[in-house]
């Protein structure tokens, strides 16, 4: 049985990008920043991009998402102080679901620190049922669609 080549991950596979610097909090005891800040980075990426380009209010919006599933897969250490250059696509658009593929470099590295996804399902905020993605945040997210990754 022949394997597949896996495709390798770099900058040019992610359509919109956001820096965000390394905290002197972020460090762990052994001196690089802690794994759970990497969530905290992907979070922070995607609000940035539905706030600078979806329209989205954090504090007003009736329809908001809220996260289901995440993912990192760790492939370098990060440190203090750095400048993280988060990148984002979107892998898929349902009805009232958005599946953001994140990656995250060191400032001119062209390989990710770290590579994950975050999957955001829309809800009426005062009731939180399902509701559709509103059409200005769907136009946002369809700018971040890339090709998908040959298999």
């Known amino acids: 049985m022949s394997e597949m080549a896996e495709v390798a991950e770099s900058r040019d596979r992610y359509a919109w990008f956001v820096d965000i610097p390394t905290r002197w909090m972020d ?88 590579t994950g996804h975050f999957v955001h399902v829309y809800v009426e905020r005062a009731t939180q049922k399902p509701a559709p993605i509103p059409d200005k945040r769907r136009a946002a997210m369809q700018q971040l669609v890339m090709s998908p990754t040959p298999e």
């Open 27 to 114: 460090v762990d005891i052994y001196g690089h920043v802690n794994n759970v800040e990497y969530y905290s980075y992907f979070d922070t990426a995607v609000a940035a991009h539905l706030i600078e380009v979806g329209g989205l209010d954090p504090h007003t919006s009736s329809v908001i998402g809220l996260v289901i599933e995440t993912k990192c897969v760790f492939k370098k250490s990060l440190l203090f102080p750095v400048v993280v250059n988060a990148g984002l696509r979107v892998a898929h658009i349902g009805r009232s679901s958005v599946r953001y593929e994140i990656g995250l470099f060191r400032a001119g590295d062209d390989e990710p620190a770290a």
